[in-house]
Structures are given as structure tokens and as C-alpha cells.
């Protein structure tokens, strides 16, 4: 079996590696997505020397089947909606409202626990690295990514420690960057499996992580992170074919 990640701390500091070139640029921003983005993303920010928040996704699930999405609001007002499920389904617009309605409460709720009386940070025009622990289907990455693009920013990269190539590919087509640690060749069997340590992130650790974070004033560092020759990074350009770098 391909080698697992000790935790999310180290699969933020071997992303981070796959990062460098964004280091101490003064108009990037690292968004995580929490909860379980927020250990990854905070290694990502503080060993590139940039400034993080978080970017807060709900996903729509249709009435009486709520694992099937018709949509996703996400921070900054965004609502982003699966005409196709809609129709599929026959949804009507008053039962679309309530679902949005009752997300929106939640998501307004994570939102003054994760960032308190801070306002929302400025995401017009500036690269934005989109952060997860993994990837399975990449649902919510792909409501993120659908979401940000209605805020307009410059480039949006999306970053993760390990996803299927498969999935991989899909994020090809919807976000500028992709850059990945790991890209399995076995069966995934979801983004746990390639943790020791995949225990459930609190609102606590969040909340928790991010102020360090914040608090912290991120100088040089005095070495690299030091690389792993085992790995097998991804990074594929908008629209193009994922390309194999490293070994």
C-alpha cells in the first residue's frame, strides 16, 4: 500500500512543498475549508508566509433525499444551484428557500465561531489557494470552486493532500491550478484511509488553529520542508492533462 500521512499537519507542510512558488506573494490568500481543512491549510499558510481564512460551504440537499445536492451557498452570499437536480426532481422554488434558509443559519453560525467579529476578507481579483484534506467525489470542493468563481477572483488553486486521479481530472475543467500530494494508483476507499491519524477536527481546534494562526507573525524559514521522494505530487494547469512531476 502506498504510504499514509501521519496527520493533517504533515499533509500540510509535504502540500505546502508543492506550493512554494505562491510563497510571500502579497495577493495570495489561503482558504481552507473546514472543518478538516483548517490543520491542513494552516501548515499551508504559515510555512508560505500568507494570510488565511476560512470559506464556508453548505451544500443544498434535495427535500427527502438531503445526500443528493441541488446546490451550495457559500461565504459572501453566494448561492450556486443544480438546475438539472431541480428539474430532475420537480423541486419547487418555496422548498429550495427553506433548505437555503436553514443552511444559511448554520453557515452564518460556523462563520462567527471560525472568524468572531472579523469581517470577511476581500477575495475580488487575488489567488485564492482552495484547501481540503482530501478528496473522495469532490462535492463541496466543486460547490466551493462554482462559488468562487461568482466572487471573481484572479486564480483559484485548489490544493489537497490526496484525491483519485480520477477526481483529479475533473477539477481540470473548473479550477485554474490543481496541485496534489498524493494520487493513488489502488482503490481509495475514501480520504481517510490515507491518514494514521484522521480524527474529526472540532469547532474548538478550528477556531483555535486560526487565531495561532492569525496571531503568528510567519517568518523565513531557516530550511525547506524536507522533501519526500516517495510521494507523488499532481499539478495540472486550467483545461490541461494532469502531468506527472517527481518521483
Not at 135 to 140: E, F, K, Q
Request: glycine share 8%.
Amino acid at each position: 500500500m502506498t504510504r499514509q500521512f501521519k496527520d493533517r499537519a504533515e499533509a500540510g507542510r509535504l502540500l505546502a512543498q508543492k506550493l512554494r512558488g505562491y510563497a510571500h506573494q502579497p495577493d495570495v490568500l489561503v482558504l481552507a475549508l473546514p472543518r478538516g481543512g483548517v490543520p491542513v491549510a494552516c501548515e499551508v499558510a504559515r510555512a508560505l508566509g500568507l494570510p488565511i481564512d476560512v470559506f464556508i460551504v453548505r451544500k443544498l440537499g434535495t427535500p427527502g433525499q438531503r445526500e443528493l445536492a441541488m446546490g451550495a451557498i457559500a461565504t459572501g452570499g453566494v448561492r450556486v444551484l443544480n438546475d438539472d437536480v431541480i428539474r430532475l426532481m420537480r423541486i419547487p422554488e418555496q422548498a429550495i428557500d427553506i433548505v437555503s434558509a436553514e443552511e444559511q443559519r448554520e453557515m452564518e453560525r460556523r462563520e462567527l465561531a471560525y472568524r468572531g467579529s472579523r469581517p470577511a476578507p476581500r477575495l475580488k481579483g487575488r489567488t485564492l489557494i482552495l484547501v481540503d484534506d482530501g478528496l473522495a467525489t469532490g462535492s463541496t470542493m466543486h460547490a466551493a470552486v462554482a462559488s468562487l468563481r461568482q466572487l471573481q477572483p484572479a486564480r483559484i488553486v485548489v490544493a489537497i493532500p490526496v484525491a483519485p486521479r480520477s477526481t483529479l481530472r475533473e477539477f481540470a475543467g473548473e479550477a485554474d491550478e490543481v496541485v496534489c500530494v498524493l494520487a493513488p494508483d489502488e482503490p481509495f476507499e475514501g480520504v481517510g484511509r490515507w491518514y494514521l491519524d484522521f480524527s474529526q477536527t472540532t469547532d474548538k481546534e478550528v477556531r483555535e488553529l486560526l487565531d495561532r494562526a492569525r496571531g503568528e507573525e510567519t517568518p523565513e524559514r531557516d530550511a525547506e520542508i524536507a522533501e519526500e521522494r516517495d510521494w507523488a505530487p499532481w499539478r495540472f494547469p486550467y483545461g490541461g492533462p494532469p502531468t506527472r512531476k517527481g518521483g
